[in-house]
């Protein structure tokens, strides 16, 4: 195997690897964002903090929540079904992901009880960062 031949396995490797951790992280926002979401709009007879249905924030907190995770499982079934996508769409859907993501880590932070689900938002756009650079 020529050094060319070896440095492009290397990359084909590389992009698969951070194509399968952002699907990951993506998976994984889109779980704590759909379960945080329930929490947040959950009534006093389902066993969820009081405070999440008295949160006057708590409707948007969870229409972002599920914004969220509905561009998170967008995503991932993007980067699950092809490797031959179109570049430039690929490339929206992850600065879209990004910017989602951030978004709704931002409005996660204001909330407690909510920082696991804004962590997975945070390292779900850092991988989608991390496949953006891996696309050159």
């Known amino acids: 195997?020529?050094?060319?031949?070896?440095?492009?396995?290397q990359d084909l490797v590389r992009f698969l690897e951070d194509r399968f951790a952002c699907a990951q992280a993506c998976?994984?926002?889109?779980?704590?964002?759909?379960?945080?979401?329930s929490?947040?709009?959950a009534g006093p007879d389902t066993g969820a903090e009081p405070?999440?249905?008295?949160d006057p924030g708590a409707e948007e907190l969870r229409r972002r929540a599920m914004s969220c995770a509905t561009v998170c499982?967008?995503?991932?079934?993007?980067?699950?079904e092809?490797?031959?996508?179109?570049e430039c769409e690929l490339r929206f859907q992850l600065e879209r992901c990004m910017s989602v993501t951030l978004d709704c880590a931002q409005l996660l932070d204001r909330h407690p009880g909510a920082e696991t689900c804004a962590e997975a938002c945070?390292?779900?756009?850092r991988t989608c960062a991390d496949f953006l650079s891996t696309l050159g």
């Open 27 to 37: 998976t994984e926002c889109a779980r704590l964002c759909a379960l945080q979401a």
């Open 39 to 41: 929490l947040t709009s």
């Open 82 to 86: 092809d490797v031959s996508q179109d």
């Open 122 to 125: 945070r390292r779900c756009a």
């Open 51 to 54: 405070d999440a249905v008295d």
């Open 1 to 9: 195997m020529s050094r060319q031949e070896a440095v492009s396995r």
């Open 73 to 80: 499982d967008e995503v991932c079934r993007t980067l699950s």
